[in-house]
């Protein structure tokens, strides 16, 4: 069974920082890529960050790079959303996804809207305070 969950959210101050985890189960870890996403109340769902297993391009949403990093363990099929500097506007849940075979530009091209994206998470609660 392919299992996805995530873990690592909470409520910090503006500022702050939370590592966000994604553990993965059930499937080929090396063959895909695993994606942050997160969605607001009333907004869209967006891409927040992504890594490919298979040959690390990694993406970032303009608005976290400098802040967020992704890191990916293969040998423990976990990757990793490092959260600094957090802004009120990040305040969403936060789901990782996965995706098969992506990788270099088609990464890059899927990573913002989750299309490819065969497995999600139940998501995680991250609120930043003012």
């Known amino acids: 069974e392919v299992q996805l969950v995530e873990s690592g959210g909470g409520l910090v101050q503006a500022g702050g920082s939370l590592r966000l985890s994604c553990a993965a189960s059930?499937?080929?870890?090396?063959?895909?890529?695993i994606g942050w996403f997160r969605q607001a109340p009333g907004k869209e769902r967006e891409g927040v960050s992504c890594?490919?297993?298979?040959?690390?391009?990694?993406y970032y949403k303009d608005s976290v790079k400098g802040r967020f990093t992704i890191s990916s363990d293969s040998a423990k099929n976990m990757v990793y959303l490092q959260m600094n500097s957090l802004k009120p506007d990040d305040t969403a849940v936060y789901y990782c996804?996965?995706?098969?075979?992506?990788?270099?530009?088609?990464?890059?091209?899927?990573?913002?809207?989750?299309?490819?994206?065969?497995?999600w998470g139940r998501g995680t609660q991250v609120t930043v305070s003012s």
């Open positions: 996804a996965a995706a098969f075979q992506l990788y270099e530009s088609a990464l890059l091209f899927y990573a913002s809207a989750g299309a490819r994206f065969d497995y």
């Open positions: 059930g499937f080929r870890f090396d063959d895909y890529a």
């Open positions: 890594i490919s297993n298979i040959d690390g391009t990694t």
